[in-house]
């Protein structure tokens, strides 16, 4: 398969996506200017989400590569739709109806009618989403270096310690409620509650997937031995996406209000993201480069101290897409090196 074909259905999201935004803007402001500014906005917010998803592709890759071809097809269709619509449009409409003591029409109302509000909301639900989502990728992170089973390193003295201390069961927990605790005792009285409740949540709910994936998954293989790797992965993988979007969507509010405008943006980012997921995966390209994998774990880590540093600061989302593109990039030229030393 060429690398055209599996950004095919990207392109032709893309071009809908463009034109929809165009269209809004025409509509909301009724000139060339309106237009224009919402279709380049469009452009920023996919760009923005690719650059912050691109290490998310590369997990996601690990996890499908032991995933049957039907669960990975049921990953691109099903999951694009939870991502473009569960995260990019219910999840912001959820998080306001919460805040705001609404339902969720009266939320999707705020958003189409009051947007200036309704970003108001969403950006004073903050401190809880950071905290939720600094947690749970923190985690999926330290489970990743805490592996006895894990052959290759790339920082070696680090990493290989890490392996063996990955027999204290119970460590990766310790250390990531430590690094909560750092972070409350520096907030407000007021907002430590919100903070150590939303990260205990983002804790629970890592475990909890990981229990019921490797309990549907052994119900799987009990069944059918060759679908290993099933519905518990999608799931763990479908949590992951939703973790690393949080940034995104409110990343997207510095941008703009509309709830379209975002939800469109991000999607075309989401379907970039999918596709180059299932090209690592055919083309085997984590095989191939050794290292890319890495970058891509220690990206997520420092993604997960900056989402708990932005309880205290501001940390632009440029600077987030710098960090993850930059540490991938060297992971791949350090794997292009090694390949070329061992040739």
């Known amino acids: 398969m060429s690398v055209r074909r599996y950004f095919f259905w990207p392109v032709v999201f893309t071009a809908i996506g463009l034109a929809a935004v165009f269209w809004i803007g025409w509509s909301e402001y009724g000139n060339w200017y309106g237009a224009l500014s919402f279709f380049l906005i469009g452009v920023v917010l996919a760009v923005l989400e690719i650059s912050l998803s691109f290490d998310n592709a590369i997990v996601n890759a690990n996890k499908l590569h032991y995933m049957t071809p039907v669960w990975r097809q049921r990953f691109l269709t099903w999951g694009i739709l939870i991502a473009v619509f569960g995260m990019r449009i219910v999840f912001p409409l959820a998080v306001v109806a919460i805040a705001a003591g609404i339902g969720p029409l009266a939320a999707l109302e705020l958003a189409v009618m009051r947007p200036a509000e309704y970003g108001r909301i969403i950006e004073g639900s903050h401190l809880s989403i950071a905290a939720f989502g600094g947690t749970f990728l923190m985690m999926v992170a330290l489970s990743y270096f805490l592996d006895e089973d894990k052959e290759v390193d790339w920082f070696v003295p680090l990493e290989r310690r890490l392996r063996k201390w990955a027999s204290l069961r119970g460590l990766e927990i310790a250390f990531v409620i430590l690094v909560i605790a750092g972070f409350a005792w520096f907030l407000a009285p007021a907002d430590k509650a919100t903070f150590l409740m939303s990260a205990i949540f983002g804790l629970l709910t890592f475990l909890l997937v990981e229990l019921l994936g490797n309990v549907l998954d052994r119900a799987e293989e009990a069944r059918d031995m060759a679908r290993a790797g099933g519905f518990g992965a999608f799931l763990y993988l479908e949590v992951l996406d939703a973790s690393f979007s949080f940034d995104g969507v409110i ?93």
Not at 254 to 268: D, H, P, R, V, Y
Not at 293 to 314: D, N, P, R, T
């Open 251 to 343: 990343g997207a509010f510095a941008f703009t209000k509309n709830l379209f405008l975002i939800a469109i943006g991000l999607g075309i980012g989401a379907f970039y993201v999918r596709a180059m997921t299932i090209m690592l995966v055919e083309k085997d390209t984590l095989a191939q480069y050794r290292y890319l994998e890495h970058g891509a774990f220690y990206s997520i880590f420092l993604l997960s101290v900056i989402m708990f540093a932005q309880s205290m600061v501001h940390v632009p989302e440029v600077v987030t897409g710098f960090i993850g593109v930059g540490l991938i990039g060297l992971a791949f030229l350090q794997s292009m090196l090694y390949n070329r030393n061992s040739a």
